[in-house]
């Protein structure tokens, strides 16, 4: 036996009468290590509320809640995650996920209430001591645990693209598509910010399980464009993405693409739903564009007769006629419109509707028409000299590449606008040999083609010429002329003119440019051609535009004179993309089908 | 035009509305389809309400327009001089046209309220001017919105 055991005892009376330690030494200074997980901390703004947090939480110790103040809108839910401490268990996983890195903790450990409630909370909404609180556990530098970068998509070269109409983006293989998969959340952000409210965590999902069939069942679900729009979608979804706020966003127009490149359409019919039996009833459709053949699947699921007026030898609408092969190869686009064919969808091509047909015989015959003709007019550029013979309009120049006619677009080509048709039209000329110069009458930021468009235009040659104000055109001189064109414009600045009202261009005094064109592709716009629609159709017009309401109708008809009339895609919305084109097409044939057979009327 | 009173400058006005309800109806007699028409009908209804607005002031005898000059986006004097709408007339030819109108019409009033000698007309004129500008710069706005979306 030690001596220190019989000592001991008399030791524990040497501390009997001191106060203890917590008391004599106050907690407050004690604080938590510098990386201690104490209570959460949200930076509110920072955060879109995509529940990443609350999926990753075992002890489900996370809900995600509204905030008074705080509306959902793109790419944010307005929801913000509330944390209950009776279940939290610190291990900051929840820190370690947040795609935005919104989520961290404080090194506070100490709360002391007797109301057990309280320790349920919002951080960053429910004001807490220790918010914005410096020291904390955060999320080591450089540690992820979702992947920053999205895979690369293996695309042309710009040297190599520029010499072919060959598409330029490859395609993922099944292990690229697996990883890119893998780095979605599920969160479901994407769906809010499509048009067509597509369900995209669903068939992501389905390409991470390998389960094409449900993957393509989903994109049907509300898109029958899926090779289409896994190219060329605007793909607003992409900026709504979670993934986005800390790194890249998922790529999901390819994931889109992957699915339906990799199901053979012959194998569309065992993966989708049958057409309902006949409802013995006939709906016209017209013009064949994405909108259009929406409308026209989606009711010929519904068990309607389906008869589609298309006044080009194709169907696809501008994205056959407005959009170059290299970003939609036209077999892609044919696999679309085949498998909407195939549901005994017929499509009159090379039927004008208003010179062939009229919409008051379409009314007479159907019981309901869907009137989805685009935007095919293209706008001028209305400076003097605009009708010389080398100004030419970027739609037609598109339509003509289409159907493999001679361009004739010469050596050095303007073009004029910055939206997608100009930039479309650039590569195309670029595609022929031409040296292209993109005229935009402000700055780059401005430009309303997308930012992919603008990049590659630029990196494929194109040079682009801010803030540039067209003037007028002149006809070339000597043996050049009517050959060849001056195109002269005003070099401007932008002017702050307005508060809240974005900047406009104003020439410079004195600061007029001008260049030498074989050809200058005006691109500023389009509209609306309506010459077939006549008052007595009973079409509500304002502005060149159909009225519709929210279910797309434009005239209820039910008279003698015939069937109701729906409308929409870019004829009628605002966005003017495929997408929307689609979504309006979709819910045209879901109010048709609600119209004519009373349900929900 | 020799505007000398307060009666006479709003006599001058109300008469330009009407030659701007004149102009609307000529285009719509030559329009060939119902879009067209709609339009036209709608930029005339609002030039009629114009001639409405200065009779009633004439009558009561005040005038009641904004000072206010509307910031000018400088976009009639970008477009091409007046081309008159044909029958296959598109938004942008209507709307070009009404732009044209509108700027000539500002034009003239400038011209008018520097040349009259009494202050009740030359008042008058620089109301003009103003509400002149807010016009045009609607039909700019239209003209920004629907037309040139891409340039």
Request: glycine share 10%.
């Amino acid at each position: 036996m030690d001596i220190k055991d019989f000592i001991a005892p008399f030791a524990v009376w040497k501390r009997a009468f001191e106060k203890p330690f917590t008391v004599k030494k106050p907690i407050d200074e004690r604080p938590g290590a510098p990386r201690y997980r104490g209570f959460h901390i949200n930076d509110a703004e920072r955060c879109v509320g995509c529940g990443t947090c609350e999926a990753i939480c075992m002890n489900k110790a996370i809900d995600l809640v509204p905030v008074e103040g705080r509306e959902a809108k793109e790419g944010d839910s307005g929801l913000r995650p509330r944390v209950d401490y009776g279940r939290c268990c610190w291990c900051a996983l929840c820190v370690d996920i947040c795609p935005s890195g919104s989520l961290n903790m404080s090194n506070e450990y100490l709360w002391i209430d007797s109301d057990p409630d309280v320790f349920r909370y919002t951080p960053g909404v429910d004001k807490k001591p220790w918010d914005g609180a410096e020291l904390g556990y955060r999320r080591a530098e450089g540690y992820r645990l979702l992947d920053e970068q999205r895979v690369p998509m293996a695309e042309l070269g710009h040297r190599e693209a520029v010499k072919s109409f060959l598409e330029l983006v490859q395609g993922y293989s099944r292990a690229q598509a697996e990883k890119e998969a893998d780095r979605c959340v599920s969160c479901g952000l994407c769906i809010a910010s499509c048009p067509a409210h597509m369900d995209i965590p669903g068939y992501i999902k389905a390409v991470r399980e390998g389960d094409l069939d449900t993957g393509l069942r989903l994109l049907y679900e509300t898109n029958p464009f899926p090779e289409a729009c896994g190219r060329i979608c605007t793909h607003l979804c992409e900026g709504a993405c979670s993934i986005g706020t800390g790194g890249d966003p998922v790529a999901i127009r390819w994931l889109k693409r992957y699915i339906a490149d990799q199901v053979e359409l012959s194998a569309y019919a065992k993966a989708l739903p049958r057409a309902e039996p006949s409802v013995g009833k006939k709906v016209a459709v017209v013009g064949a564009g994405p909108g259009g053949l929406s409308a026209a699947y989606y009711l010929a699921l519904l068990g309607y007769e389906v008869k589609v007026y298309e006044k080009d030898g194709e169907a696809g609408g501008m994205l056959r006629y407005g959009i170059p092969e290299y970003r939609l190869p036209y077999p892609a686009l044919d696999k679309d419109i085949g498998y909407i064919e195939s549901l005994g969808v017929t499509i009159k091509r090379g039927v004008a509707i208003g010179k062939d047909l009229s919409l008051s015989d379409l009314r007479r015959d159907y019981h309901a028409v869907y009137l989805s003709t685009g935007l095919p007019v293209a706008y001028g550029l209305e400076v003097p000299g605009d009708k010389h013979p080398r100004v030419l309009d970027g739609v037609a120049v598109l339509a003509a590449a289409t159907r493999g006619e001679e361009l004739g677009l010469g050596k050095r080509v303007a073009v004029i606008g910055g939206g997608n048709v100009a930039m479309d039209a650039a590569r195309t000329a670029l595609r022929h040999g031409a040296a292209v110069d993109i005229l935009y009458r402000r700055r780059e930021e401005d430009m309303p083609a997308d930012a992919d468009e603008i990049r590659e235009a630029k990196a494929e040659g194109a040079r682009l010429i801010e803030k540039s104000i067209p003037v007028e055109v002149k006809d070339a001189a000597g043996a050049l002329a009517g050959k060849a064109a001056l195109f002269v414009w005003n070099e401007a600045e932008m002017v702050q003119k307005e508060e809240g009202k974005r900047p406009v261009p104003e020439a410079i005094p004195g600061a007029l440019r001008e260049e030498l064109y074989d050809s200058i592709i005006a691109a500023i716009g389009q509209g609306p051609d309506l010459s077939y629609v006549t008052e007595e159709d009973g079409v509500p017009m304002k502005r060149f535009k159909p009225l519709v309401d929210a279910r797309g109708m434009a005239s209820p008809g039910a008279s003698p004179k015939g069937g109701a009339i729906f409308a929409g895609g870019d004829l009628v919305n605002d966005r003017k993309d495929a997408i929307s084109a689609i979504a309006d097409g979709h819910r045209a044939a879901l109010s048709i089908d609600r119209h004519l057979s009373g349900k929900g009327a | 035009m020799d505007a000398t009173s307060f009666a006479e400058a709003l006599d001058f006005a109300i008469g330009r509305e009407k030659a701007a309800v004149d102009f609307y109806r000529e285009l719509a007699a030559l329009a060939s389809f119902a879009v067209q028409r709609s339009t036209l009908k709608e930029f005339m209804t609002m030039e009629e309400g114009h001639v409405a607005m200065l009779s009633a002031m004439k009558a009561r005898g005040g005038l009641e327009l904004s000072s206010a000059i509307a910031v000018d986006l400088g976009l009639a004097k970008a477009l091409a001089a007046d081309e008159k709408p044909a029958a296959g007339m598109s938004f942008q030819d209507i709307l070009v046209a009404a732009v044209k109108k509108e700027e000539r019409s500002g034009e003239l009033y400038v011209s008018l309220a520097a040349a009259s000698l009494n202050p009740e007309a030359k008042a008058v004129f620089e109301r003009l001017v103003a509400e002149e500008s807010r016009h045009k710069r609607y039909f700019e706005e239209l003209y920004e919105a629907h037309i040139a979306r891409d340039n």
